[in-house]
């Protein structure tokens, strides 16, 4: 699994856990350095400061933030990517 991948597994888990939105959906930014997502008709943009983030923060447009943090696994997957 690439760096990606590690990624969108981590967003994928905490906004299921939150939203429980079979039809959620992570998509990375085609002109800028964002990750968005999908969820429960709610848009959340992260801003990507570094390539290897432990932790991304999502904003929504109304102002309200998710907070994914990897899990151990994610992380060795992220450095067997990288």
């Given amino acids: 699994m690439g760096t990606d991948g ?8 905490v906004f299921a856990e939150k939203y429980h939105d079979e ?3 992570a998509y990375w930014g085609r002109e800028d350095d964002t990750i968005h997502v999908i969820a429960s008709l709610r848009h959340y943009v992260h801003k990507i400061a570094s390539a290897n983030e432990d932790t991304l923060e999502f904003v929504s447009s109304v102002g309200d933030r998710i ?9 060795r997957q992220l450095q067997r990517a990288g």
């Fill in 6 to 13: 590690a990624y969108k597994q981590a967003i994928k888990r």
């Fill in 23 to 25: 039809r959620m959906a």
């Fill in 67 to 75: 907070v994914v943090a990897l899990t151990d696994e994610e992380r």
